[in-house]
């Protein structure tokens, strides 16, 4: 079932605050919520009445083939587009499909991350905001 663009994002924040490791706050600009593990950013929420998106981190082959399939998902703002895709809601996304993008985001950023470095499983996240 489609949702809103008001539930994507929620649904992408709730994915993200229950995640390990997990720290927000907005250090960019008031607009962007932005979503780090060990100090690397895997989500960022748009909070903009007239385009709400979030932006994720995708391979570069998944990421082209979600923009084919998928008119409301386009390369990242913000970010490297290579690496970045932008979500918005359409009639083909779901809070599956944004749950999955977002905890797929985290674990592409997290194998960045040096293994001492790491969130532990089944830790808290923090919240800042």
């Not at 385009?51 to 979600?66: A, M, N, Q």
């Not at 985290?106 to 499983?121: H, K």
Request: net charge positive; charged share 30%; aromatic share 6%.
């Amino acid at each position: 079932m489609a949702i809103t663009g008001e539930q994507l994002q929620q649904t992408a924040r709730g994915t993200a605050r229950d995640l390990p490791g997990t720290d927000h706050g907005r250090p960019f600009v008031d607009k962007l919520d932005v979503y780090k593990v060990a100090g690397k950013v895997f989500l960022i929420v748009t909070d903009d009445p007239d385009e709400r998106i979030i932006t994720v981190k995708v391979e570069p082959d998944h990421g082209r083939s979600l923009r084919r399939r998928y008119p409301s998902i386009t390369p990242g703002r913000y970010l490297d587009k290579t690496h970045w895709t932008s979500v918005g809601a359409g009639e083909e996304i779901t809070a599956h499909m944004v749950r999955d993008l977002v905890d797929h985001s985290y674990e592409l950023v997290l194998d960045s991350v040096p293994r001492a470095r790491r969130p532990r499983a089944g830790g808290e996240g923090r919240r800042k905001g």
